[in-house]
């Protein structure tokens, strides 16, 4: 790759960003709001039709719903696109003889499997009115842990199946590098504290939806940025075959 590579990689990563960013928010508003309502309406009658919440909110749940989901999740898109796309252009050439797209896709999946499905299996997302609120910043930061752990052996079993390549040959190294991580991830499992902070008589099947629509959202987010961005890094580092010039017809 030349020196302008790397540039040009983060300005179609942001912009495969944006588009997935998009598509996540159109998702999260048909399959995701409808719960969130459910959960606060619930929240509000276990409070009491009486009780006192300080006055309106600041910002309305329609703007929350709306202009406020849309900015906060295109703006993560983007920033989720630029940062995976970095990677994609360290991973170009280093993980074996792929193109741009198929590195794309190869760099997307970890980061889903890392950055979201790890982490999600431990601590599932909840919808408002599940969690103490004492408790949000322990939450928020064992996520977050977990999260980084997830992303530190998932590099270290990168490290680990290149080292062994030469002598189990890549098939053989990656399915030992792979099951390294995943015993790993167990014993982090094992390890850190669970949450369990349901309130009695949360209706189950309110928290199982809203968990498969987060799920859902983070799916179509990496998705759509993994064939966007593998279509546009293809189209910025692959030559154009140039055209065949137009034969002369003889006399």
């Known amino acids: 790759m030349n020196s302008a590579s790397p540039r040009t990689l983060l300005v179609r990563g942001m912009l495969a960003g944006l588009l997935a960013g998009v598509a996540a928010f159109l998702v999260a508003y048909l399959l995701g709001e409808s719960k969130v309502d459910a959960a606060i309406a619930i929240e509000e009658a276990a409070a009491g039709a009486g009780h006192d919440h300080g006055g309106e909110a600041p910002v309305s749940r329609a703007l929350q719903a709306t202009a ?19 990677v994609c252009c360290f991973a170009l050439g280093r993980i074996g003889r792929f ?85 790993l991830i167990g014993i982090s499992y094992a390890v850190l504290p669970g949450i369990n902070e349901v309130p009695a008589g949360f209706p189950a099947a309110l928290i199982w939806d809203f968990r498969l629509a987060s799920l859902a959202i983070q799916t179509t987010l990496w998705t759509t940025f993994g064939l966007a961005f593998g279509f546009l890094a293809e189209r910025a580092l692959v030559p154009a075959s140039a055209p065949k010039e137009a034969v002369q017809p003889t006399s």
Not at 68 to 86: E, K, M, N, Q, S
Not at 136 to 144: I, N, P, W
Request: charged residues 10%.
């Open 68 to 86: 406020g989901l849309g900015t906060g999740v295109v703006l993560y898109g983007v920033a989720l696109g630029g940062i995976a796309a970095l």
């Open 99 to 183: 193109g741009p797209r198929a590195t794309a896709a190869l760099v997307t999946a970890g980061l889903f499997v890392t950055v979201t499905l790890v982490p999600f299996f431990k601590y599932p997302a909840n919808p408002p009115a599940v969690g103490d609120p004492d408790t949000a910043a322990r939450r928020t930061a064992l996520y977050l842990l977990m999260i980084v752990l997830s992303a530190l052996l998932a590099a270290g079993a990168v490290l680990l199946g290149r080292r062994l390549a030469p002598k189990l040959g890549n098939w053989n190294a990656s399915v030992a590098a792979g099951a390294a991580f995943v015993v």
